[in-house]
């Protein structure tokens, strides 16, 4: 396993994810709540596809500290975590404003 192209891939993908969950809340500002779910959907994909590789990293350590751990791994792993919460609270704002929308009685773009 190349940790180096290991860590890369989380934070490519948790860096994406985390786009387009900011995009998402643009969308929904403006009243699309259809695109802003999209992006969000997309967003999710990223994160699991980091999810996956963090997956494979922790499973190749088995508990024994076999994968050497570097300031760019702890930067990955923050990285990771903190567009989990992201995306998490984007999706509650996306909520948010779709009830907003809908006693104001705006429809979805």
């Known amino acids: 396993m190349d ?3 290991v860590v890369m ?5 948790a860096g994406e994810a985390r786009s387009l969950c900011f995009e998402a809340l643009a969308h929904a500002r ?6 802003a779910r999209h992006c969000l959907t997309q967003a999710k ?3 699991n596809r980091a999810h996956l590789t963090q997956t ?3 499973e190749a350590d088995e508990g024994e ?3 050497k751990m570097t300031l760019v791994m702890v930067h990955a792993q ?3 975590m903190t567009t989990i919460l992201a995306h998490e609270l984007a999706n509650e704002l996306v909520v948010l404003h779709e009830l907003r929308q809908a006693e104001q009685g705006v429809q979805h773009g």
């Not at 891939?9 to 993908?13: G, H, L, S």
């Not at 403006?30 to 695109?35: N, S």
């Open 45 to 47: 994909a990223c994160l």
């Open 9 to 13: 891939d989380i934070i490519v993908n």
């Open 56 to 58: 494979k990293l922790i």
């Open 3 to 5: 940790q180096e192209a």
């Open 30 to 35: 403006k009243q699309q709540i259809d695109t």
């Open 78 to 80: 923050d990285h990771l």
């Open 65 to 67: 500290g076999k994968v």
